[in-house]
């Protein structure tokens, strides 16, 4: 069964510091999102993203988020000077369909992010 | 602005006993709905949707739920529960005219004991 896969399981960075998470989608999908959960609080949307571009985006998803599809292949999500409190399992997802359609979101196994 | 709410932080039950877990959004639109699993250290897994026709949907590993559109809820149960089945729930919707931004509830923790 297809995959999305992401990349690394788990991150620790300096407070400050940028980090990348980087996520490959299934590959005919066109629908990319990313979610986060901090530990002991619910799922939350960060932001999805079609043709090149963010679809919508979450308050959380400040000026310090970006997002990119570099290479039609990977699906990014980079946090330019981390703070403390962006310490959380971030998810990525895909989906074939606007709505989902019949399939319904695939999610990835989670990059685990300790800001220290 | 959609919400969802469940009822239900933590629920602990023994072996073979049943399940069923609250779920009630608010939406003024049409919507789909969910219900994810997330096992201890692993992602989320789809459970059971609903996106149209029979309101009663069944899904994996024996779980099913109801879409009663009247009271916008969208209740998970399970007959019999095992040790296996001790996870996080979490129940999710999406409006249908969304990019399909999935709104999540709290989770309910679920342990079964043996």
Known sequence: ?116 | AQSVSQHNHHVILSEAASLELGCNYSYGGTVNLFWYVQYPGQHLQLLLKYFSGDPLVKGIKGFEAEFIKSKFSFNLRKPSVQWSDTAEYFCAVTATDSWGKLQFGAGTQVVVTP
């Not at chain 1, 299934?26 to 629908?31: F, P």
């Not at chain 1, 997802?93 to 979101?105: C, D, E, K």
């Open chain 1, 1 to 116: 069964e297809p995959e999305v896969t992401q990349t690394p399981s788990h991150q620790v960075t300096q407070m400050g510091q940028e980090v990348i998470l980087r996520c490959v989608p299934i590959s005919n999908h066109l629908y990319f999102y990313w979610y986060r959960q901090i530990l002991g609080q619910k799922v939350e949307f960060l932001v999805s993203f079609y043709n090149n571009e963010i679809s919508e985006k979450s308050e959380i998803f400040d000026d310090q988020f970006s997002v990119e599809r570099p290479d039609g292949s990977n699906f990014t999500l980079k946090i330019r000077s981390t703070k403390l409190e962006d310490s959380a399992m971030y998810f990525c997802a895909s989906t074939p369909l606007r709505g989902q359609g019949a399939y319904g979101y695939t999610f990835g196994s989670g990059t685990r992010l300790t800001v220290v």
